[in-house]
């Protein structure tokens, strides 16, 4: 069965970072595009940062470009997010997510609806 497992979550103090991993079992990762979304206490979830199944194609939503990078180890099966700068409104659930879809664009596809399959996520917080 397919499996996602975030990991790499933690306490940062302001200006550090983090680096995320998605580790994914149960299928071969080349033909999956990944998203990481995130979910702050009292907000509706939001997307972060998605990159395509070949690693060609990359999104970053607005609050989150020049700080963070999005990369992948086909090999390893693993989808990296490495985040820098963080703030104390970087605090969130972050979850990592999988489609189907290989060699597609993700620009118009970084939402969570087009995402099937689900990690449990992992705790950031970022607090002096």
């Known amino acids: 069965q397919l499996q996602l497992e975030e990991s790499g979550g933690g306490l940062v103090q302001p200006g550090g970072s983090l680096r995320l991993s998605c580790l994914v079992s149960?299928?071969?990762?080349?033909?999956?595009?990944i998203a990481w979304f995130r979910r702050a206490p009292g907000k509706e979830r939001e997307g972060v940062s998605c990159?395509?199944?070949?690693?060609?194609?990359?999104f970053f939503g607005d609050s989150f470009k020049g700080r963070f990078t999005i990369s992948r180890d086909n090999a390893k099966n693993t989808v990296y997010l490495q985040m820098n700068s963080l703030k104390p409104e970087d605090t969130a659930v972050y979850f990592c997510?999988?489609?189907?879809?290989?060699?597609?664009?993700?620009?118009?596809?970084?939402?969570?609806?087009?995402?099937?399959?689900w990690g449990q996520g992992t705790q950031v917080a970022v607090s002096s």
């Open positions: 997510a999988a489609e189907f879809a290989p060699a597609v664009s993700v620009q118009a596809r970084c939402t969570a609806h087009e995402y099937d399959y």
């Open positions: 149960g299928f071969s990762l080349d033909y999956y595009a």
């Open positions: 990159i395509s199944s070949d690693g060609d194609d990359t």
